[in-house]
């Protein structure tokens, strides 16, 4: 055993790879914030966009026989306007030979631009009722509909029975309906009209009441005379004929330019013009009517401007409408633009989510049908790699402040049933790790072992020194937290019989696997890395030598320029530059490590976000290569898109599928939407299952999936976000030391 150590004398200062760690902190705050605001904005639209679709909560209809004992008679037996002044409630009939047309439920993109075409081709003025959320998603046809000199009155924001709810969300309702309006239009309005309201004498206790507050609050409420039930699209003929009222009387008349299909409604509604106007009836708005009555209350005998009796086509603003100013005028053009980025966003991503759905499943499929031809493969008896390789390999085991791991991974390698030589890469360690390994290698009678000292200069460059001090051209790599099986690196050297092979992946096991992170991990590992592996194998294009257990040829090494410090992924880097330079790079499974994974989240965020972030600077490190000729053009043709596929994009977007899942249980239908993310679960578990029966695991594991789904995969997405903003923004991150506690041992005592 040998040893090479550093100058001694002086006050240590802080390593390399200490100053890079309090940088990285400091840096890196920022941009998960940043992750987080871009998951809270994605989160906010998709609410904001259900929101506007569909009813949340309280979405009751009407009762039917129900009490009208408080509401006054004058109410019940008035006319379809009421009106409250000095606290008194009082009804405006329509006047003789008068139509106030009235429209619910839109503004519709299809319809609503008809009905506006017709109304202006007859110079016929109607009155709007909308709903707040179509409003904020089509504000264009609201403000054509204005000005045009139509009048607009709330249907409340979406669409509910406020009879049901609380003083809190009727408030809600009228509030974000004239915020609407005002960013839609520049208006407010006095006007309402209640969702499934009729005629007054449908008033009943409990909808009484909320027509008081509003009227307290200066809304005029405005109900039906005479009903078209265009809704239940009885037939044009039937459409007029239900809207045309008894002899001369005037009427509050209501039809639809939304909520369904209106054809029959969009050609009724020109004949139902031109009907009325032979029969003598003028047309006019509601504020028309209320200012007339008050006109010929007071014997004054003109009839009030905004009304537009007759409809002379003129734009302006109607009586009931108020100009918005200030705060008011200011939130509803936010409301606007934020309902413009939804209506964009959402459909956009729901194309992401149907292309990140085909691309899920295809790697399912892909998985299990590679997986099981590798392990056929692998498994005939004729199959062979060629001649047991027997000749004695160097283990290089680089490590920084490994005094809790590294007599454990020496007691494994001393097991070792293949000659080898050990080479401990001290790199700077202040832990006393080199001491440690020195007694022991003494202890354990290896006299195999050197311990080789460095100034801490970070990883790669102590794999480097590793290779230059090797005797042998094979050299095998572990990390200062890994123990080997005793057959483990027999196993790991066997592909080297074929000479075409110049690196071998093993077959990394989580250790610390009975806590719930541990078991997290332990289930990625077998599922998502060592299946993905065999895939690639078969593929010949294995992205990725994992860090705690890969050989090389040393040739093959010095040939790529060794373990580059240009990426955070030294292993993937150095696994594609072998495929670019013609080496075969292959998996065994049969060559089993076990490593201590994270046992903290904050841990665990730090490593796979030094992955993910190292993985897109190799991808990116590499990019030529999907130009190149020969085997470099091969690997960056097929093996670089499916990396970037399924390591990248396809898990950036894959929250689209938890977050349409959340989405679709709240505002679309729960139980479908429950049994759509069952079936996902269900096809991973499958793969999960047979991922585990390859590597005769434990399948009680498998128990902790549903909760990895719900709250360890959503992490893994923030990490990977994460990276993704740190690579956008052009941030550098160094290699970083996790903290280990030395608890996985040798792998006899693993279950």
Request: net charge positive; aromatic share 8%; glycine share 10%.
């Amino acid at each position: 055993m040998t040893t090479t150590t550093p100058s001694r004398g002086r006050r240590r200062a802080p390593t390399r790879m200490e100053r890079a760690a309090g940088k990285a902190a400091a840096l890196q705050k920022p941009r998960v914030i940043l992750a987080l605001l871009l998951l809270l904005g994605l989160t906010s639209v998709m609410l904001l966009d259900g929101y506007l679709r569909a009813e949340v909560g309280g979405d009751e209809r009407v009762r039917e026989g129900a009490s009208s004992s408080k509401v006054p008679d004058k109410i019940i037996n008035g006319g379809p306007i009421i009106s409250f002044r000095g606290g008194q409630a009082t009804t405006t009939s329509v006047p003789a030979k008068t139509i106030a047309l009235t429209f619910d439920d839109g503004p519709n993109p299809t319809y609503t631009p008809q009905v506006l075409k017709i109304l202006e081709k007859y110079d016929v003025p109607a009155t709007f009722f909308v709903v707040g959320s179509m409003v904020s998603r089509y504000p264009g046809i609201v403000k054509d509909m204005v000005d045009q000199g139509n009048e607009v009155g709330i249907h409340t924001f979406t669409h509910v029975d406020l009879s049901y709810q609380s003083d809190a969300r009727i408030r809600r309702e009228m509030t974000q309906t004239q915020l609407a309006l005002a960013g839609a239009a520049g208006i407010t309005t006095t006007l309402f009209r209640a969702p499934y309201s009729s005629e007054t004498d449908a008033i009943d206790n409990y909808s009484w009441p909320v027509y008081e507050k509003l009227g307290e609050e200066g809304y005029t409420s405005v109900f039906v005379d005479t009903d078209s039930d265009d809704w239940k699209k009885p037939g044009v003929s039937k459409i007029v004929q239900w809207a045309t009222p008894s002899g001369t009387s005037g009427a509050s008349v209501l039809m639809h330019d939304a909520g369904g299909d209106r054809e029959q409604t969009i050609e009724a509604l020109p004949k139902y013009i031109e009907k009325m106007r032979a029969k003598g009836y003028t047309f006019t708005t509601i504020s028309g009517v209320v200012e007339a009555q008050n006109a010929a209350a007071q014997n004054a005998g003109a009839q009030f401007p905004g009304g537009n009796q007759n409809g002379d086509g003129a734009a302006r603003l109607q009586a009931a409408h108020r100009e918005a100013t200030g705060t008011t005028l200011y939130e509803g053009k936010a409301l606007v633009a934020a309902v413009a980025v939804a209506e964009y966003t959402v459909p956009t991503l729901s194309v992401g989510l149907a292309v990140v759905g085909v691309a899920v499943m295809g790697r399912f499929g892909m998985m299990l049908i590679l997986a099981r031809r590798h392990y056929r493969q692998r498994n005939k008896r004729r199959f062979s790699w060629g001649p047991t390789v027997t000749r004695p390999v160097s283990v290089i085991v680089p490590a920084y402040n490994e005094k809790e791991c590294i007599a454990n991974t020496l007691e494994s390698l001393a097991r070792s049933t293949h000659p080898i030589e050990v080479i401990v890469v001290d790199d700077g360690s202040t832990d006393g790790t080199s001491e440690i390994a020195r007694e022991a290698a003494h202890r354990l009678g290896m006299t195999n072992v050197r311990v080789i000292r460095q100034e801490n200069a970070g990883k790669p460059a102590a794999l480097n020194n590793g290779v230059r001090s090797a005797s042998h051209d094979i050299v095998v790599m572990m990390d200062g937290d890994t123990v080997f099986e005793p057959d483990t690196v027999r196993q790991l050297v066997q592909p080297f019989a074929n000479e075409e092979v110049g690196a071998v992946a093993g077959n990394a096991k989580v250790g610390n696997r009975n806590t719930v992170i541990g078991a997290w991990q332990h289930i990625e590992y077998v599922m998502g890395f060592n299946l993905d592996r065999r895939m690639y194998d078969l593929l010949r294009c294995m992205p990725t030598i994992p860090g705690a257990i890969g050989a090389f040829r040393r040739e093959a090494v010095l040939q790529v320029g060794g373990m580059s410090e240009d990426t955070l992924a030294e292993d993937t880097d150095i696994t594609i530059a072998m495929h670019r330079a013609g080496w075969r790079v292959v998996y065994q499974e049969h060559a089993r490590a076990w490593t201590e994974a994270p046992g903290s989240l904050k841990q665990l965020w730090s490593q796979r976000y030094r992955w993910s972030y190292g993985t897109m600077q190799a991808l990116w490190k590499h990019r030529k290569s999907l130009t190149d000729k020969g085997p470099s053009g091969r690997f960056g043709r097929v093996g670089m898109p499916l990396v970037a596929i399924f390591q990248i994009v396809t898990p950036v977007f894959a929250p689209l599928i938890d977050v349409f899942t959340a989405y679709s249980m709240i505002f679309v239908d729960f139980r479908a939407a429950l049994y759509a993310w069952l079936a996902v679960l269900g096809i991973q578990l499958v793969c999960a299952a047979y991922a585990f029966r390859l590597d005769k695991e434990k399948y009680r594991y498998l128990l902790m999936m549903p909760l990895q789904q719900l709250a360890y995969r959503q992490m893994m997405y923030l990490v990977l976000i994460h990276s993704c903003i740190t690579a956008l923004t052009g941030g550098r991150l160094r290699w970083q030391k996790l903290k280990r506690t030395g608890e996985v041992g040798t792998p006899a005592g693993v279950g």
